[in-house]
T-cell receptor, first 112, second 113 residues
């Protein structure tokens, strides 16, 4: 019940296209859902986060869509660029004070 | 860059040895969490320290232990190293233990032979 399932494992998108990564969770006590971006040799960097009281949050080219009833959330990267090539992780936590539970990660490659 | 620093960047140990990894939290952050990231996997929570006390622990054995110092820096100690301990160890800090946003350091890559 603590798991967060992420798909796909890897994704190849053409430059300018839309990248979509999906996550699903079971624990309805989760109330904070961040996305992290990780480049090789670096730690994860927070991209964008959402709480379950909103269905969508947009920051620049990055959008989180959240479906509370389906217990799913997704990251959309618009106008994908080669510099977006990285591994993306969704995560969830509850109560603000607790650990982050991470998905397995998606390796995104943007072809020029 | 987040302002969270970790040392060393890389480390090679042999099975059965002990290792200490260090983390300096971002200025103003009093809460530090440690995560283990195996190759090709998402980070897994080891434990969290707030005001020098452990206040949350994941499914890791007691040979994983930690400390937090008055300046909020932290150490992760692993005893009796096993081959499966080979991973990237990440430290994350935040302004308070109730704050949601965590900032990660670059990690320490540990290889156990």
């Amino acid at each position: 019940q603590q798991q967060v399932k992420q798909s796909p494992q890897s994704l190849i998108v053409q430059k300018g296209g839309i990248s979509i990564i999906n996550c699903a969770y079971e624990n309805t006590a989760f109330d904070y859902f961040p996305w992290y971006q990780q480049f090789p040799g670096k730690g994860p960097a927070l991209l964008i986060a959402i709480r379950p009281d909103v269905s969508e949050k947009k920051e620049g080219r990055f959008t989180i869509s959240f479906n509370k009833s389906a217990k799913q959330f997704s990251l959309h990267i618009m106008d994908s660029q080669p510099g977006d090539s990285a591994t993306y992780f969704c995560a969830a936590s509850m109560g603000g004070a607790q650990k982050l539970v991470f998905g397995q990660g998606t390796r995104l490659t943007i072809n020029p | 860059e987040t302002g969270v620093t970790q040392s060393p960047t890389h480390l090679i140990k042999t099975r059965g040895q002990q290792v200490t990894l260090r983390c300096s939290s971002q200025s103003g952050h009093n809460t530090v969490s440690w995560y283990q990231q195996a190759l090709g996997q998402g980070p897994q929570f080891i434990f969290q320290y707030y005001r020098e006390e452990e206040n949350g622990r994941g499914n890791f054995p007691p040979r994983f232990s930690g400390l937090q110092f008055p300046n909020y820096s932290s150490e992760l100690n692993v005893n009796a190293l096993e081959l499966d301990d080979s991973a990237l160890y990440l430290c994350a800090s935040r302004r308070g233990h109730l704050q949601e946003t965590q900032y990660f350091g670059p990690g320490t890559r540990l290889l156990v032979l």
